[in-house]
């Protein structure tokens, strides 16, 4: 008899990828969307589609009663709110409510995957002899982060003998991204830009190292509560993804560096311009401190140890495959 995995954001991009990996596994997978979601991409991996209340844990208890769950991953998240209380309402209040839920029903949970970010910690200064480790004090520079920095919190002071697996991927990159797709939309247009040139140091990891290691986290015996900084290992200049770019599609880009003090002009003027909108603009000032932050990169010692993940794509292999994606359906 299958296992069961009730997965949350199973619509969105890392979650897409999620349930495929899943089934792939030969899981038995209960995918946690909107009524809303578009579901057509991930339809023919997903056994059984759920509709819950995210914030109701006693619905989310009758439900995990019912369906008796082996294991759960919840990547479900917003990544941008101008109220911080609605960001902290999602990103602290569901997970609250999921692990309060699975942990009081009766059910053969063995572990929980929850999808943080590394944003929780926050970048280190340039010249800094050590990478982000799990235990990097918490400076977070953005709403997002903060939010993400709540939710660990909250775990390790109310569930911190939960069987849970709190994971901090950095920047994720793969097929169906939307964020980073907008730099190579730019880039196809014949623009490599940048805020200021100070160096950075970057670190990246490709969505499917990023699930096989999310679904290691519930399948892999591990203690108590764990945490895991997560990225393919590496440490990236901030021109390498052009450099991978200029590879794949043999072209030349006008590289430009956009003096720091105009950008930050026009952050401050958006942020006011936005202020009655509920939408958000594409710079303000906390995204601008996030894309001029000096050094992302990262530990992964303790995931390699404990859950035995070898990330099987480095930047140039991941981003590779991911661009011939891009190109083949004819997003570029």
């Known amino acids: 008899m299958k296992k069961k995995i009730f997965i949350t954001g199973a619509s969105g991009f890392v979650g897409s990828h999620l349930v495929e990996a899943a089934q792939n596994l030969g899981l038995e997978v209960h995918a946690a969307v909107r009524k809303s979601s578009n579901i057509r991409d991930i339809e023919p991996f997903v056994d059984q589609f759920v ?17 008796q769950y082996s294991y759960i991953i919840h990547a479900a998240a917003i990544t941008k709110a101008k109220d911080e209380n609605v960001m902290r309402l999602v990103n602290v209040g569901y997970t609250d409510s999921i692990l309060d839920a699975a942990t009081a029903a009766e059910m053969p949970l063995e572990r929980i995957s929850y999808v943080s970010s590394l944003a929780a910690i926050g970048p280190i200064p340039y010249a800094s002899e050590k990478l982000i480790t799990e235990n990097t004090p918490y400076n977070p520079l953005t709403v997002y982060g903060r939010s993400k920095e709540a939710s660990e919190l909250m775990i390790q002071q109310k569930f911190k003998d939960a069987p849970v697996s709190i994971f901090r ?16 939309d730019t880039m196809k247009k014949g623009f490599d830009p940048y805020i200021g040139r100070n160096p950075q140091k970057l670190s990246f990891i ?20 764990q945490i895991y900084n997560i990225s393919d290992g590496e440490v990236y200049s901030r021109y390498a993804m052009a450099e991978i770019f200029k590879e794949v599609f043999q072209k030349r880009m006008f590289r430009m560096h956009v003096p720091l003090g105009l950008v930050r002009s026009v952050a401050e003027i958006s942020q006011r311009l936005y202020r009655n909108s509920s939408k958000t603009p594409v710079i303000y000032p906390e995204r601008l401190r996030e894309l001029t932050a000096e050094n992302w990169g990262c530990d992964i010692t303790h995931a390699m ?16 495959e991911s661009l011939i994606w891009y190109k083949e359906n004819k997003w570029l």
């Not at 991927?169 to 190579?184: C, S």
């Not at 490709?206 to 509560?225: A, C, E, H, M």
């Not at 035995?308 to 991941?318: A, E, I, S």
């Open 206 to 225: 490709y969505v499917k190292d990023l699930v096989d290691v999310l679904l290691k986290g519930v399948i892999v015996k591990q203690d108590g509560l």
């Open 169 to 184: 991927p950095t920047a994720v990159y793969g097929p169906r991204e939307k964020d980073i797709f907008i730099l190579f």
């Open 51 to 67: 509709f819950p209340d995210l914030g109701n844990p006693q619905e989310l208890k009758s439900l995990f009663n019912k369906e």
């Open 305 to 320: 140890n404990n859950l035995d993940f070898k990330p099987q794509y480095n930047l140039q292999t991941g981003l590779k």
